[in-house]
C-alpha cells in the first residue's frame, strides 16, 4: 500500500511538473519578441537546408558544367539583388510599426528597390563579357536575360517582404514563402532535369533556384502583405518624401550589412571568398566556401533574433533594453548547444560532402562557429542601435570588422593555411564585441 502511494506521488508530481513546464512555454510564446525570432530563424533554417540539399541532388544529376554556370548565374543574381536592397530591409522594421502611411512606404520602398535591381541586372549583362565572361551566353539569350532580370528584381524584393512581415508581428509569413521556396526549389530541380533540353537544360538549376525565388515573392505581394496590414492598399508608387525620410538609416544599414551582415552574405562573404582563393587556391577555397556556408547558416539565429528586437524596439522604443537583454540571453542558449555539437561531431558532418572537406575544413568549422558567440553580442547591438538611430556606430562596427577580417586574412595565411580566415573572422568578431563593450547598452541599468 505503502510503495503503491509513494508510486502515485511520483506520478502526480511529474505531472505536475510537466504542466508547469507547459504553462511557462505558453506564456513564453506569447511573447512577440521570441515568437518573431523563432519563426525568422526556422524559416531560414527550412531555406538554408533545401539549400544544401538543392545542391546535393543537383550535383548527381547535372554535369560540372552546368553545375558550373548555375552556380555563376546564381551568384551574379544575389550580387545584383544585395546591393540593390540600399538598406530598406532594416528601414521597414523600424518605420512601419508606427507608421499612418504604410501603403505609400511598402510600396515606395519596393519599386524603388525593384527598380535599382532592374538597372542593376541590364548593366550586369550588358559587361558580362568583361566581369563574368562565361555567363555571357545569358545576354546573348532572350529568355535566359528577360528571367535574369525578374530573379534579379524578386531576389532584391524578398528581404522587404520579409522585414515587412516581422514589423507587422507576422513573422510566420515568412516561414511560409521559405517552405514555399524550398518545395518549389527540390521539385524543379529534378523536373527539370528531366524536361528541359540544349541551352535551357545547361541552366535547368538556375531556373529551379530562380522560380523558387520568385513564386514566393509573388505570393507575399499579391496576398500576404494584406493580411499583415488590413489597410494596406497595393499600387505602384514612388512617393520621395517617406524614401528620403527612411534613406540615412537605410544608408546606414546597408553599409553595415554589406561590410560583415554575415558569412557567406554582404560585400564580405564574397570578398573572404575570393581573397581564399588568391591566396590559398581552388581546393582549399572549395573547403572553405562549404564551411563558410554551413557558418553562416549557425549565423542567421543571432541575426534573426536582432531583426525581431527591432521590430519590438520600434513598437517602444523604452522596451529596447529589457528587450536586448531577452534578445541576448535568447541567442546564448540557443547558439551554446549546437557550438558543442559542432565541435564534437563537425567533422563528421562534413563527410556529407566528402573525406576531404571532413580533414580540410572540420578545424576551421570549429573556429568559425565559435565567431557566432562574439557576432551574437555584436548582433543585438546592432538592434539597440538601429532602434535608437544611432547611425555611426552602424557603419563604424561594420568597417572594423570587414577590415580586420581581411587584413588579418592576409597576415596569417602563410602561417595558418584555411585556418586563417577562421581566425581573422574570430578575431575582428572578438574585437568588434570590445569595441561595443556597453556603449550600446548604457542604460541597461535603469531598463
Not at 570549429?366 to 562574439?374: E, F, G, H, R, T
Request: aromatic residues 12%.
Amino acid at each position: 500500500m505503502l510503495a503503491t502511494l509513494r508510486r502515485a506521488t511520483y506520478i502526480v508530481s511529474h505531472l505536475f511538473r510537466i504542466l508547469s513546464f507547459g504553462a511557462r512555454l505558453k506564456s513564453h510564446l506569447r511573447v512577440s519578441l521570441y515568437t518573431s525570432a523563432y519563426h525568422l530563424i526556422l524559416g531560414y533554417t527550412v531555406t538554408e537546408g533545401a539549400g544544401f540539399v538543392f545542391w546535393l541532388i543537383a550535383a548527381r544529376i547535372y554535369s560540372t558544367t552546368e553545375m558550373g554556370l548555375a552556380a555563376g548565374a546564381i551568384t551574379a543574381t544575389m550580387f545584383v539583388a544585395t546591393f540593390s536592397t540600399l538598406g530598406f530591409a532594416h528601414s521597414l522594421i523600424r518605420f512601419l510599426p508606427n507608421s499612418s502611411q504604410v501603403s505609400v512606404l511598402i510600396n515606395s520602398s519596393i519599386a524603388l528597390v525593384a527598380l535599382v535591381a532592374v538597372a542593376g541586372a541590364v548593366i550586369f549583362l550588358v559587361g558580362s563579357s568583361v566581369w563574368a565572361p562565361q555567363l555571357v551566353v545569358v545576354r546573348q539569350n532572350g529568355l535566359l536575360a528577360f528571367l535574369f532580370v525578374i530573379f534579379a528584381l524578386t531576389s532584391a524584393v524578398r528581404p522587404l517582404l520579409f522585414s515587412i512581415f516581422v514589423a507587422a508581428r507576422r513573422a510566420r509569413f515568412v516561414t511560409i514563402l521559405a517552405s514555399c521556396d524550398s518545395f518549389l526549389k527540390l521539385t524543379f530541380v529534378m523536373v527539370f532535369a528531366a524536361t528541359l533540353a540544349g541551352v535551357l537544360r545547361t541552366f535547368a538549376a538556375y531556373f529551379a533556384w530562380g522560380i523558387a525565388v520568385a513564386a514566393p515573392v509573388f505570393l507575399g505581394v499579391l496576398l500576404l502583405i494584406r493580411l499583415a496590414y488590413k489597410s494596406y492598399r497595393p499600387g505602384l508608387s514612388l512617393a520621395p518624401a517617406p524614401i528620403s525620410q527612411m534613406f540615412r538609416f537605410s544608408l546606414a544599414s546597408y553599409v553595415s550589412e554589406l561590410s560583415w551582415f554575415s558569412p557567406a552574405s554582404g560585400l564580405i562573404g564574397w570578398i573572404m571568398v575570393l581573397v581564399v582563393g588568391n591566396l590559398l587556391g581552388v581546393e582549399q577555397t572549395a573547403y572553405f566556401y562549404i564551411v563558410w556556408l554551413i557558418v553562416a547558416f549557425l549565423n542567421v539565429i543571432p541575426v534573426s533574433i536582432s531583426s525581431s528586437l527591432l521590430a519590438e524596439g520600434s513598437y517602444n522604443e523604452e522596451t529596447v533594453y529589457v528587450s536586448a537583454r531577452r534578445s541576448l540571453r535568447l541567442a546564448i542558449l540557443v547558439l551554446v548547444p549546437i557550438i558543442i555539437v559542432v565541435l564534437i561531431v563537425g567533422n563528421r558532418f562534413l563527410l556529407l560532402f566528402g573525406d576531404a572537406y571532413a580533414v580540410g575544413g572540420s578545424t576551421l568549422l570549429k573556429v568559425l562557429a565559435l565567431s557566432s558567440l562574439p557576432l551574437a553580442y555584436n548582433s543585438v547591438s546592432l538592434g539597440i542601435w538601429r532602434v535608437q538611430r544611432k547611425l555611426r556606430p552602424i557603419v563604424a562596427l561594420g568597417l572594423v570588422i570587414a577590415l580586420t577580417s581581411v587584413v588579418l586574412t592576409y597576415t596569417l595565411s602563410p602561417r595558418l593555411g584555411i585556418l586563417s580566415p577562421g581566425i581573422a573572422w574570430l578575431i575582428a568578431q572578438s574585437l568588434g564585441a570590445l569595441l561595443v563593450g556597453r556603449t550600446s547598452w548604457r542604460r541597461i541599468a535603469s531598463a
